[in-house]
């Protein structure tokens, strides 16, 4: 255990270092306001002093005063407050700045690394553990940052303090000597029994949160067999869980702050009691009893800072941990030097023996797969659950790469492309149509040049043009998040738009035609394929109304291209497949 | 949409007015507090102490006529140690005390607002977005939490430190606490108006945080689209340049805070200075003694502090207030379903034994006042364990029909009843909740299931059943196969939101779960997404079970499942406008004709534009 402890202080330290080399200028700056900061702390309470000393006594004691006496007293408190506000500034704004820095910093990096790593790396992380890696982890991990100069500062502070206490008087420098180490150690131990209940308290917020979540998503199923009496009761036991926990944290907290008001105070009450004997004995005097007493009063605080920056680094080190697998993650997608063809109309696509399977599975997803698809046909791409077809779609347009064989494009391997061919040349749609918070023309477009008339011919093939010319704004309405204010077909109508415009020389449609009526999806078909150079069309399909539309059907079972040929070709020959189709004619929705 | 309920609340009103309301709502907070109030007191008079003694050892240890009494020394200071200690363990029980009760307090709050929230009516749940309901029994109540373990003791103890100082101080020397006052006047003017910029900027900052979360989340959620179309470089520029806007809101707060924190600073260096200067003059006209100088330049640092603090958490404070006044307004708002038995209990009633039917007396529903009617003038009856299909297009006004029957919400005209001839008519609202949700059971279109077990899913309907029991009913169900196949058979988690079930299996658990709670009345919103073909073939087996002997209304998106209903009723603009049987209104001239040619095409492959089949 205390083992593992000094691991966390060595961790800790190394990832205070880690903060530093980072930002070393902004440390700097903090570092130097905060010892400013510091050294006027400790010169207030001398300043107070002196003036106790020279203003104060000779003033009671003789009866008269001076002008200029007042005034350089009066000066020099005024002068010293003035520094110090300076050090406090620069030390909030610097550590603020360091700290919102390296936040962002990171940020940066961790979705550059999102958007840097291949999609197979994506499949395997879950998305709201992505999220919090670049949220939440990100800030626990710098958080620590804006308290550090602080904490630096108050270690220069006690530093020139012992010396000053030494040279004062070293039987004085003794208490002080006592005290330092108590408050230090103090907000060590704090900071241990601190930081496992606030991980638990932490831990059960995350599953009151959940429970809400959870039980207000299910509002109509706890309405409609009326559980809400249960569902309370459900939360109630987490909610009250809760309450404890945060009781225990109460608990230590409410110890701890009165503890750390004591110590600095019997402190100055120890130098009272030895100060005023020394004083009898002519050792020091009382303007140098009374700055050492104020500077303890003074002191708490500054010390406080290590131990916030001691009880945050658990949870710094919790959050860069999460962090770090992002950040170190390889598996940059290589890309060749080639160009693509680049002729007119419709590419050829050819898989060779291509195999697939996730990482860490048991069962590749596609085994061998060879067919081609020639320049300008469209094929429908057919197959149970879980044969592989949304796998396939992907490796077309290469989302993912084969595990073996090699997936061409105008007889190229997709992988001996140049970055941004295969999207220059392809366009995707897949099934849930992901949108971004921008407006319905940047949507389409994605920043590429298309002119206003392009996107309302885009969005007239898709059928998308009726409701967008209803928008408050037309094409410069804003979606919102993830499209939140389109119905799940106007989403996917605009997806289809933004494939439609590039007029690209493969499309691959993954289901996305689910929530648009066949003639939407026919005419955007027809739309592509009606020139003289039609584009290459697979289309993952359910309905046989998409299904019709293909020149040729490939059937998927279990990994493997079994059958192809057209539809009724399939429908006489393939008994899996005659027992597919017919079942979604039955199940079929209403457009 | 975006109003819902935090809008129609009084924006303006003051923080006090937000702190009286919820300590209405909170006796558990407002029992202890005289007792805490009086521990924080005794708190503060331990700060002051050593002020005391510095000034007692400095004028009647030092300064005694005889040379130092060291003895009177030993005794100030072990008199004050005894007070430090004392007013530590004060402080400790207090801060306990406090923590307890504004624990418990808050715990109850945010149980009481979970229920209201179920409360609520479909309209209100859905008018606001989730994830705000759940922040107001979550984040909203959390952050009042950090503030009282935080601010709130914080402010007590400065508050009453506040007080003693300025009652010593006055004792001490009544020239210089009114100086002292009069340096003191202009910051507090100050800082409200730093308060109100404080709200703004950090204000600013939520926001800006909510747009680095919605930017980042397109990298993650985005990222087939992000790849499939090489737009990384347009998503990263977007995202870096929300993380950049974040960045300047959270320095811009910075200053300011920084600001408010060092203008008291700048104050107090006055007042010390102040003192020093007046406080000499004073001594010299033989007012005031060297030891009450020196006590005072402690004194004002006591007084200094509690401002300093304040201003440090004052932007907790607000936000605390602000999130006290979201949670404050759910429970304030009405449920316009209310259960009878609760709210008018002598009007209650039960339903009637035995099958149900439905009744519908000039029903009328808006959304909205003034919008248009979902469903208008409906007159119709449901005659006991019919199985009727209601269909139309979307928008129609389908919806709206099962969520009547269900009294998810009332009509805005007319009346909904049930029970049968023999049994009676009840108004819909005139049956206490625990009969009504007991015999009228709804399956919605997304058959929702908790993150638990197959079983535990099961007994959602009906609590108590065992394992075997849950078995059981799958067997009853024709779904024993599909069960055995499982891993764990019913002990089978089935992961947030059932995601380790495909679509269509989540329906079966959901039908299952139906059919335990053994309604005499089943409303059915029939899903639209597409289930492969031994799924569906079981969950049309099941339904037909599920269906036996009861009543039941589906809101019908498939044909098949039209054909097979007793009735069929096709609802267009908000009217009932054809009812029959499946076979006599496909051949009839009319609506029902026109939707099931519809349907037909679409399953058929027969595209509109014809001629583009091979």
Redesign the interface.
Known sequence: MSRRRDAVVRRGLRHIGRAVREQPGMFTLALLASSLYGAMTVASAWV?GE??DR???P??DD???TASA?TL???A??G???L??VG??GR??FA??MS??L??EY??RV??Q???LP?SW?QRHP?GQ??SN??SDVESAWFFVAPLPFACGALVMIAITSVALVLTDPLLAVVGLVVFPLVFVANIVYSQVMSPRMQRAQQL?AE??EI?????????????????D???AR??VR??E??DG??A???V???F???M??LP??G???V??IG??R??DGATD?GEL?SV??LF??LALPIRAIGWVLADLPRALAGFDRVTPVLEATGETPHGPDAAAGTPGGAAVALRDVGFAFEGAEQATLHGVTFDVPAGRTVAVVG??GSGKSTLA?LL???VDPTDGAVLLDGVDLRRLR??E???Q???V?QSA?L??DTVRDNVT??GPYGDDDVWAALRVAAADGFVSALPDGLDTRVG??GASLSGGQRQRL?LA?AVVRRPRLLVLDDAT?AV???V???I??ALRGSDTPTTVVVVA????T?????EVVWLEDGRAVARG??DELLARVPGYA??VR????????? | MTGGLSATAARTEGSLATLRRGLRMMPEFRRGLPATFALALLATTGRVVVPISVQQVIDRGLGAPGGPDLDLVRTVVLLSAVVVVVTAVAVYRMNVRLFRTTETALANLRVRAFRHVHDLSMLHQQGERRGSLVSRVTSDVDQLSVFMQWGGVLGLVSVGQLLVATVVMAVYSWQLTLLVLVCFVPLAIAVRAFARRLVVVYGVVRTRVGDVLAAVAESVVGAPTVRAYGVRARTAARIDAAIARHYRAQVDAQKVTAAVFVSGEFVAALANAAVVVVGVLLGLAGDITAGTLVAFLFLVTLFVAPVQTASEVLNEAQNAVAGFRRVLDVLDTEPDVRDPAVATPDRARQLPDGPLGVRFEHVAFRYAPGARPALDGVDLTIEPRRRVAVVGETGSGKTTFAKLVTRLMDPTGGRVLLGSDAGGWVPLTDVAFASLRSRVVMVPQDGFLFDASVAENVRYGRPGMTDDEVAAAFDELGLRGWVEGLPAGVATPVGQRGESLSAGERQLVAVARAYVADPHLLVLDEATSAVDPATEQRLTRALDTLTAGRTTLTIAHRLSTAERADEVLVVDAGHVVQRGPHAELVDAEGPYARLHASWRRSSAGEPEPAGLTP
Do not use: C, W
């Open positions: 107070i003036v106790t203003v104060l006594l003033s009671f009866g008269v005063t007042l007293a009066a000066l408190i005024i010293v407050a003035v110090k506000i406090i500034l909030r704004l603020g700045v919102y820095r936040q962002a940020r940066r979705t550059g999102y958007l840097r999609l994506h998305t992505l999220l670049a949220n917020r009151v949160s809400a979540h959870e039980s207000f998503d299910a509002g109509l199923v706890v309405k409609t067999l009326g559980r809400e249960g569902e309370t939360f109630a909610a009250d809760l309450r945060l009781v944290v109460g608990r907290r409410g110890l702050d009165p503890m008001e004591a105070n019997l100055t009450l120890a009272l009691l005023a004997g004083v009898a009382a009374v007493a104020y009063t003074l149970p659950t992907g347009v290469r989302l970055e941004g295969v999207s220059g392809a366009a995707f897949a992901f971004f918070d994605l920043g998040e993830r997806a933004r689910s009526d066949p003639a999806e026919a005419r078909l027809d359910y309905r046989q109304a299904i019709a539309l293909a020149d057209t539809h027992a597919l079942a979604y004619q039955q199940a079929e929705v209403p457009a």
